[in-house]
């Protein structure tokens, strides 16, 4: 599968931008997509992910409450609405497949995830 993002730029603290990305191929039922993140110089860290079929999320607590993940079942796409930005959240952000063939909970973890795709630089002036 390839992950293709877009949507990233440049905003003010306080503003909002909306990622998406759109797989090359049918996401299946039993797939998780996410978004990871990591800042210049920072370890690679888990945004938030979604289940295909059911639209169950997870977030990490850092966003809760200010970002938002979606899923389009019919175009094969995920999105990332990001609302009341920081400078903290400045960082290069992936979209990642997860085929979750034992059909496990929505996961934190980089390591379970199958694909990635190329990342969109995100940056939040104060």
């Known amino acids: 599968v390839q992950l293709q993002a877009s949507g990233g730029g440049l905003v003010q603290a306080g503003g909002s931008l909306r990622l998406s990305c759109a797989a090359s191929?049918?996401?299946?039922?039993?797939?998780?997509m996410a978004w990871f993140r990591q800042a210049p110089g920072k370890e690679r860290q888990f945004v938030a992910a979604?289940?295909?079929?059911?639209?169950?999320?997870y977030y990490t607590d850092d966003v809760k409450g200010r970002f938002r993940i979606s899923r389009d079942n019919a175009e094969n796409t995920v999105d990332l609405r990001m609302d009341s930005l920081k400078p903290e959240d400045t960082a290069v952000y992936y979209c990642?497949?997860?085929?979750?063939?034992?059909?496990?909970?929505?996961?934190?973890?980089?390591?379970?995830?199958?694909?990635w795709g190329q990342g969109t630089q995100v940056t939040v002036s104060s």
């Open positions: 191929e049918p996401i299946l039922s039993n797939y998780h």
């Open positions: 990642v497949v997860r085929q979750n063939r034992n059909r496990t909970p929505l996961s934190a973890s980089g390591a379970l995830y199958d694909f």
């Open positions: 979604i289940s295909w079929r059911e639209g169950n999320t």
